[in-house]
């Protein structure tokens, strides 16, 4: 069993910033790809950010392209997603999740563990 733990999200005008950070814990050995999505009222999930457990390789949903940024830190089990120039259209519940199986995946089936989110506010 492996559990996340996201925290960094809150409040915040529009062309602010905010840094996201998800915590792993239990069973996290071996490699694995982890992964930000986002969910908005009345919307469905949908992907953000993948980062590969090297780090080297990364993949961002079109609209947060040159944006936000995902990084990892493996020996500290961390993932991050640094939110810049935040538009109200960002505003939704932000989920980690981890892939034991693909090194960058992009539906919600290709990840096996989900934290239980933050909220990201992004005021006009």
């Known amino acids: 069993q492996v559990q996340l733990v996201e925290s960094g999200g809150g409040l915040v005008q529009a062309g602010g910033s905010l840094r996201l950070s998800c915590a792993a814990s239990?069973?996290?050995?071996?490699?694995?790809?982890m992964g930000w999505f986002r969910q908005a009222p009345g919307k469905e999930r949908e992907f953000v950010a993948a980062?590969?457990?090297?780090?080297?390789?990364?993949l961002y949903q079109d609209s947060v392209k040159g944006r936000f940024t995902i990084s990892r830190d493996n020996a500290k089990k961390m993932v991050y997603l640094q939110m810049n120039s935040l538009k109200p259209e960002d505003t939704a519940v932000y989920y980690c999740a981890v892939d034991f199986i693909r090194p960058l995946g992009v539906l919600e089936s290709d990840y096996d563990y989900w934290g239980q989110g933050t909220q990201v506010t992004v005021s006009s």
């Open positions: 239990g069973r996290t050995f071996g490699i694995y790809a």
């Open positions: 980062i590969s457990w090297s780090g080297y390789s990364t």
